[in-house]
């Protein structure tokens, strides 16, 4: 019997059974109050989450799609500074530069964003941040509340990529002082691929731009948003809504503390096999830098490659990630997000450590150093 | 029992047990070989619907993303023509509004366009003209061969809205001189909504715009799309991906001239009915002009409410669908599109006449006459 792959990427992450039996329903009328119940329960465990009261609206799309509906509502033709320090930071600046005049602050990626230099350019009038939270190219994890001050001390719009973070690590969207914030339904929340929900604030919607785009326009979805039944503004991904609304009645029944220190201990087992194994994490962190609780960055041991590394576990039928663009061949990732748990943390460092040791790279019991973190 | 209700409108329709179904695997990795093949193989149904040997991508979005990617990447800042008889032409035309020059060709919901304004407009130097193929605010299919040889003679791009006619009806994109083409998910196809598909003409592909958006960037889903496997430039829905393929199968079974002719036969069945009951249809034909074979749409007759027509139609868990905007009250449509056949026009036709007979609206069977229709 061949099993089904466990994705132990960072993201898209298994996907209970729950939600997936949720899409198998016949076609609802989307313009109905069925429709528009789910989708109103849904933004309400999704604020819980974003850690905001501001309104928040679910988009057909990627997270990319999310990220764009910030950019070309609320910062176009202005004066943005897009922080760089992995491959979502540089996706996000591109999508910035369709939209306006972009300054990139770049840092090596894993490495501390430089917030000096934000700061000199938010006092030359720079009018809008981007910054990614979690960046998982890196395994890194980027000061949303430094940020969000600085955002504010200067009166710029802060508009985050919570997209791997939000539904798995703390964010505190209306404490940090984000104007916008984004997630993606197949991190974190552990649903399927295709829905992006964004939440924007009252700094931000004062500010809408009066050249919008059509199908990513947020006064649209304001407006459907607003009505009851709550509605989308064009036809929704009708499957997805359900199935990220089961998704979010399963992080209810969790309580999203408890689902916060799960990613949190999943990620310190990750950590805890790897300084056993004597394998170097790669992020380079300071004060204002954490490693990231959803996607841990190693480097790969001298004597193996990333084919042997990463193949030899999907003979166990595992997947976890490499590294992308300059960082192949370099670095592996092992994703910790949703609603995975011990047994699938144990079986993929135990994959990983079968591969390290039988290179020779490690010796040490890094399976039994994320077991005792996992209990606790 | 409650049943789940029967969707008789233009759509979302009733998406078959077997594309519902494939949405229920776990979640696979969407930059592997077996999503690539899946998508290739759609594609390859897909245009065999739209007629064309053009390139065809999927986006993940409703099909008015797919209009916009149209009108973002090949009619940006340009002089357009948009052709209306119904609310998506109006759609289509506000569309364009937010990135050209728009001149709105409006005709009566519901009545011919107006191909000699039209052909001054190209000889004027319009560089772009948008239609909507099957109007099914109105009921009412347009001329898509008459409009695509003026475009061509006067060198403009044709831009078609099919997204409720590929699938469905007889759609020659190459032949008739389509340049851009869309279809929506969630009404011929059968499969749920979320996903819009665009073919594009090299005529379109050598005019593209130097300004692009971001998720609807056409040049992005080009390079993606190319490659192999067969990919999409951001995170695709996957369940989406996966359930069109199902229902793409399932066209492949049917064979598209038969799907084609079923269409037909359900259509003339709905417009037998109309006329042994006496109701008018709502559109006004001319030799260019058709009823759309899709959704037909009936004038409600004096003696009776829309509340009380679809109200009494609801009770037997079948929904038809009323008019829009200022037809509201006017007219009611009856789609039939996609999976359904003899079953489900019968009961919806039967739910009708009993409610006009009941009102003493009108008294011969039309159900008889669609029934002699339907076995032909």
Redesign the interface.
Known sequence: MEQ??L?M?P?????PQRV??A????????RGPEFGAAYAETVRTLKTLFGTANELYII??????GM?AGI?NFARDKRIVSLVNGKFGDRFA??AE?YGTVTVLDSEWGTPLDLERLERELEAGAEVVTMVHNETSAGIKNPAPEVGRLARKHDALFIMDGVTSIGGDDVRMDEWGVDIAVV?S?KCLAA????AAIAVGDRAWDRISE??????DMAAYRKSGRGTPMETP???????FL?LHEACTIIDEEGVPARIARHRRMADAVRAAAEAWGVDLFPTLDEHHAYSNTATALRIPDGLTDKDLRGTVKKFGI?IAGGQDHLKGKIFRIGTMGGVGAQEILATLAAVQFTLKKSGVAADDGVEAAAGVLLG
Do not use: C, D, W
Not at 234 to 240: F, S
């Open positions: 089904e792959p994705l990427i993201g898209p992450v298994p996907i997936r039996a899409m198998t329903r016949q076609a609802i009328n989307h057909s799309g990627s997270g990319s799609a764009e070309a591109k999508i369709r993606g197949q399927p691929a295709g829905l050249k919008r785009p059509f199908y990513l064009y036809t929704p991904a009708v499957p997805l199935a997947e």
